[in-house]
């Protein structure tokens, strides 16, 4: 089937990008690298949008939180990633999580049922000297495209470190010492307050797993990644524990507002886990994202209370993610300032998270059909999430501190300094959501 917009990356952005322009009847090619034989050092699946770091996409809450406010408009632009994730969800508290097999199943069925949209199992090694091209390849770009990529940009990238979190067979969970809650006993739809299993522990043994933190063997670097540094973001928690002695109980190993009901207190410590697919036989390790190896991990990992007899369905990993600098490359459209008829989108600009790369993904999508139609394209208000994290991408942020931005109310225009501060969350979501709704009509025809 000829096509008139190639995408490179069958991930979430390249999805996202794709189903936005198969469903306004544009011909697409999706071409993605696994199913060839080939995968990238963090994906275990050929599936389209899998989700390879956390099952969650994070808090679902549209009136407090940058995040919950993004999910809200990409639902209103008819977001694939939004749709599948509703079918897949699984209980995580006032978060949105999925069980993954799921979730990929569903956009994928999705965009295969469109019959503009072809998708084809290639390793693209070069960017394209001619026609309309998304870029979506995420942070594990393969090495030859990664190369054509670095000399169109001439070498203007950065590159970080970003781990994946280990996840345990729920039926190995000592529920004798571990107990069902959320945290402040909030609640979502599905799973009402008890969607979280949480682990126990008291100072001694808090300070004992520390220190098998500390000690235990790492994944070593090979020369090549020596120099690169970790996103915020997602830190490895054994790099988490050299930062201090409660370092970790002031992350995600806090304890406040939950109570075990053994003592009616907060322990000293707690591990959460969160369910991670929809039967509920796996769940991930809150936070803990690791570099230990794999030997260690098991060995580790079952010193934390109700985790001594743990089976693990996946340990946790490494792997370096290559991003652009994306304000001094890109154009406001995400087009390659040297190369115009290449767009980019997704994580390889530079924002972070799964929802942040399915909005880069869905605008770009709306970008491409914009002009396809004639028309001009006319950018979310940047009081919106989709408007502030786009001109952070593309111009807004200092080029020369460039570095992974999760979306968050700092990207967004001040309110009115009149605004109390215990208000301003609920101010910058009410202004964002009227701002909305005078654009979709905008771009709804693009």
């Given at each position: 089937m000829s096509h008139t917009v190639h995408i490179i990356g069958g991930g979430l952005a390249g999805s996202e990008a794709a189903w936005q322009l198969a469903r306004r009847g544009v011909r697409v090619r999706l071409s993605e690298m696994r199913g060839t034989g080939e995968r990238t050092p963090a994906h275990q699946t050929d599936g389209l949008a899998e989700l390879v770091c956390s099952n969650s996409f994070r808090s679902d809450d549209d009136e407090r939180n940058a995040v919950g406010l993004l999910h809200h408009e990409m639902r209103r632009c008819g977001s694939l990633v939004m749709a599948a994730a509703a079918k897949a969800q699984v209980p995580a508290g006032s978060a949105l999580a999925v069980d993954r097999d799921l979730f990929s199943a569903e956009v994928e069925a999705a965009l295969a049922a469109q019959p503009t949209l072809e998708i084809v199992r290639e390793r693209i090694d070069r960017l394209p000297d001619a026609g309309l091209t998304i870029v979506a390849?995420?942070?594990?770009?393969?090495?030859?495209?990664?190369?054509?990529?670095?000399?169109?940009?001439?070498?203007?990238?950065?590159?970080?470190?970003?781990?994946?979190?280990?996840?345990?067979?729920?039926?190995?969970?000592?529920?004798?010492?571990?107990?069902?809650?959320?945290?402040?006993?909030?609640?979502?739809?599905?799973?009402?307050?008890?969607?979280?299993?949480?682990?126990?522990?008291?100072?001694?043994?808090?300070?004992?797993?520390?220190?098998?933190?500390?000690?235990?063997?790492?994944?070593?670097?090979?020369?090549?990644?020596?120099?690169?540094?970790?996103?915020?973001?997602?830190?490895?928690?054994?790099?988490?524990?050299?930062?201090?002695?409660?370092?970790?109980?002031?992350?995600?190993?806090?304890?406040?507002?939950?109570?075990?009901?053994?003592?009616?207190?907060?322990?000293?410590?707690?591990?959460?886990?969160?369910?991670?697919?929809?039967?509920?036989?796996?769940?991930?390790?809150?936070?803990?994202?690791?570099?230990?190896?794999?030997?260690?991990?098991?060995?580790?990992?079952?010193?934390?209370?109700?985790?001594?007899?743990?089976?693990?369905?996946?340990?946790?990993?490494?792997?370096?993610?290559?991003?652009?600098?994306?304000?001094?490359?890109?154009?406001?459209?995400?087009?390659?300032?040297?190369?115009?008829?290449?767009?980019?989108?997704?994580?390889?600009?530079?924002?972070?998270?799964?929802?942040?790369?399915?909005?880069?993904?869905?605008?770009?999508?709306?970008?491409?059909?914009?002009?396809?139609?004639?028309?001009?394209?006319?950018?979310?208000?940047?009081?919106?999430?989709?408007?502030?994290?786009?001109?952070?991408?593309?111009g807004d942020a200092e080029a020369g501190l460039y570095q992974p931005m999760n979306v968050n109310f700092g990207l967004f225009p001040p309110v009115s300094p009149e605004v109390k501060k215990k208000a301003r969350k609920e101010a910058y979501t009410a202004r964002a959501k009227t701002d909305l709704e005078f654009w979709i009509p905008a771009v709804a025809g693009a």
């Amino acid at each position: 089937m000829s096509h008139t917009v190639h995408i490179i990356g069958g991930g979430l952005a390249g999805s996202e990008a794709a189903w936005q322009l198969a469903r306004r009847g544009v011909r697409v090619r999706l071409s993605e690298m696994r199913g060839t034989g080939e995968r990238t050092p963090a994906h275990q699946t050929d599936g389209l949008a899998e989700l390879v770091c956390s099952n969650s996409f994070r808090s679902d809450d549209d009136e407090r939180n940058a995040v919950g406010l993004l999910h809200h408009e990409m639902r209103r632009c008819g977001s694939l990633v939004m749709a599948a994730a509703a079918k897949a969800q699984v209980p995580a508290g006032s978060a949105l999580a999925v069980d993954r097999d799921l979730f990929s199943a569903e956009v994928e069925a999705a965009l295969a049922a469109q019959p503009t949209l072809e998708i084809v199992r290639e390793r693209i090694d070069r960017l394209p000297d001619a026609g309309l091209t998304i870029v979506a390849t995420g942070p594990l770009t393969a090495a030859a495209l990664a190369g054509s990529i670095g000399a169109a940009t001439q070498g203007g990238s950065l590159a970080f470190f970003d781990a994946i979190a280990p996840i345990v067979y729920r039926d190995t969970i000592d529920m004798d010492i571990c107990w069902m809650a959320s945290r402040w006993g909030k609640s979502s739809a599905s799973g009402g307050d008890k969607d979280y299993v949480n682990c126990p522990m008291t100072k001694e043994q808090y300070l004992a797993f520390r220190e098998g933190l500390l000690t235990g063997e790492k994944t070593g670097f090979r020369e090549w990644e020596a120099d690169t540094p970790y996103f915020e973001g997602c830190m490895p928690i054994e790099v988490m524990a050299e930062r201090g002695e409660d370092t970790l109980r002031f992350g995600p190993m806090k304890p406040v507002g939950l109570d075990d009901p053994r003592t009616g207190r907060w322990p000293y410590a707690v591990v959460q886990l969160r369910q991670d697919n929809k039967l509920g036989t796996l769940w991930n390790m809150v936070g803990f994202q690791t570099k230990l190896r794999h030997a260690e991990q098991v060995r580790l990992f079952r010193t934390i209370p109700g985790l001594e007899n743990a089976e693990f369905a996946r340990l946790g990993g490494l792997h370096r993610n290559t991003f652009l600098n994306a304000p001094a490359l890109l154009d406001r459209q995400l087009r390659l300032k040297s190369a115009p008829h290449i767009r980019f989108a997704g994580q390889i600009t530079g924002c972070e998270g799964y929802v942040e790369s399915a909005a880069v993904g869905l605008m770009t999508g709306l970008m491409t059909a914009a002009g396809l139609a004639g028309r001009d394209w006319q950018a979310p208000p940047r009081t919106t999430a989709m408007g502030a994290l786009l001109a952070h991408i593309t111009g807004d942020a200092e080029a020369g501190l460039y570095q992974p931005m999760n979306v968050n109310f700092g990207l967004f225009p001040p309110v009115s300094p009149e605004v109390k501060k215990k208000a301003r969350k609920e101010a910058y979501t009410a202004r964002a959501k009227t701002d909305l709704e005078f654009w979709i009509p905008a771009v709804a025809g693009a």
